[in-house]
């Protein structure tokens, strides 16, 4: 994945400032582990969580499905940050993007 918007700490494995002139940053390899909805609806109700958006493409765009969403739409990852008020992020454009258009 690539997160656009924001940079990534692999120290600390958070989310934070991006750096200048860096538009893009390359997330490291990504686990995916089903939860239970407990204890998915605990942790992302932690300060600091941001609901990110996961897009096929840059272009944050596509028709809309029945679901109401965008065809372009994959799903939400919730990233963990420094910054607990949420708009931070949302103020940034800050995305996941599946692919880069180059």
Known sequence: FFLQGAGWDL???K???SEKAVLFKELPITWIQ???EALYSSVSKQPGRYSCPL???SLRKGTLATTGHSTNFVCYFH???DVED???WVRRGVALLC???D
Do not use: A, I, R, W
Request: glycine share 4%; aromatic share 4%.
């Open 11 to 13: 120290e600390t494995v």
């Open 34 to 36: 089903v939860v239970e």
């Open 55 to 57: 897009y096929k493409t």
């Open 79 to 81: 990233l963990p940050s």
């Open 15 to 17: 989310m934070v400032e």
């Open 86 to 88: 949420q708009g931070h």
């Open 99 to 101: 692919m880069l258009d």
